[in-house]
């Protein structure tokens, strides 16, 4: 099984910027995604996370209004749209899949991907 979270790199604040989660070795579909990141010295924040048919989406309160997820089964991937980006997103940004619960719990979280680094400059 394998995640891989990308998209990420430099950005201004008030940008915008999409991140990719590919997965393979798995039946994607029966996942939930959970979307985590990390800023350096700081714990993993979960993000968001969003269901198996895509029609369930929970998102963070620090990123509501700015940040939406969203996934396509048949190409077995996730994406995080984030807009409005601020200098306090910046962070190493992960995919991660869940088997039988929302995606909500990074300890309940099956796999995971190697991050994706976003860097917000103000």
């Known amino acids: 099984v394998q995640l891989q979270a990308s998209g990420g790199g430099l950005v201004q604040a008030g940008g915008s910027l999409r991140l990719s989660c590919a997965a393979s070795?798995?039946?994607?579909?029966?996942?939930?995604v959970g979307w985590f990141r990390q800023a350096p010295g700081e714990e993993r924040e979960f993000v968001g996370a969003?269901?198996?048919?895509?029609?369930?989406?929970y998102i963070a309160d620090s990123v509501k209004g700015r940040f939406t997820i969203s996934r396509d089964n048949a190409k077995n991937a996730s994406y995080l749209q984030m807009n409005m980006l601020k200098p306090e997103d910046t962070a190493v940004y992960y995919c991660?899949?869940?088997?039988?619960?929302?995606?909500?719990?990074?300890?309940?979280?099956?796999?995971w991907g190697k991050g994706t680094l976003v860097t917000v400059s103000s």
């Open positions: 969003i269901g198996l048919s895509g029609s369930s989406t």
């Open positions: 070795g798995l039946t994607f579909s029966r996942y939930a």
């Open positions: 991660a899949a869940d088997l039988v619960g929302t995606g909500k719990g990074a300890d309940g979280m099956d796999y």
